[in-house]
């Protein structure tokens, strides 16, 4: 097997995992909102948790979430407009270029979140206690993936056959 096949297929099962994570958090978040409104307007007993974990919940859904879209490759892009103004050799160094510019952009942001995280994440959140570090921690944690789903799409790009374009 060809292992840029096989490296695919790997990262087509983490990708699967995120997507499992994706909906696990998502029913997490509808459990939580869930009780809150039951519990604020039946009971009139408004819990002092509920808004700092849906926040946390949703931190770590928004990164999660691009990096979903970073793998299936959906996230807006301006792709269509490459082919309209240059040539085919000329478009594949535009999107080889691309890839690499958000790998580099991917691995910093991972690199410098990742510090910030460890210096500052041994502080606990005021109303759930948990420590702040778990929040933090998705944006190095996505990062990471995303920098290697970028890694992917930048071989895919470099290896890729150049297609003739029918006027």
């Not at 699967?16 to 039951?38: D, H, K």
């Not at 000329?90 to 460890?118: A, D, M, P």
Request: proline share 4%; charged share 15%.
């Amino acid at each position: 097997m060809n292992i840029v096949k096989a490296a695919d297929n790997l990262l087509g099962a983490i990708n699967t995992y995120m997507e499992y994570f994706m909906g696990f958090l998502f029913m997490v978040l509808v459990g939580v909102t869930f009780q809150e409104v039951f519990r604020r307007y039946l009971f009139n007993d408004p819990t002092h948790w509920a808004s700092e974990l849906s926040r946390f919940l949703l931190i770590w859904m928004t990164f999660t979430g691009a990096c979903i879209v970073t793998r299936l490759v959906t996230h807006l892009t301006m792709g269509f407009t490459i082919h309209r103004f240059v040539n085919n050799s000329k478009g594949k160094f535009i999107k080889v270029l691309i890839s690499l510019c958000s790998v580099g952009s991917l691995l910093i942001l991972t690199y410098y979140s990742g510090k910030v995280t460890l210096l500052a994440g041994y502080r606990s959140a005021p109303m759930t206690g948990i420590p702040m570090y778990l929040p933090w921690a998705a944006l190095p944690f996505n990062g990471a993936i995303m920098s290697l789903y970028m890694i992917a799409e930048t071989v895919k790009h470099i290896f890729e056959e150049t297609e003739p374009v029918m006027p």
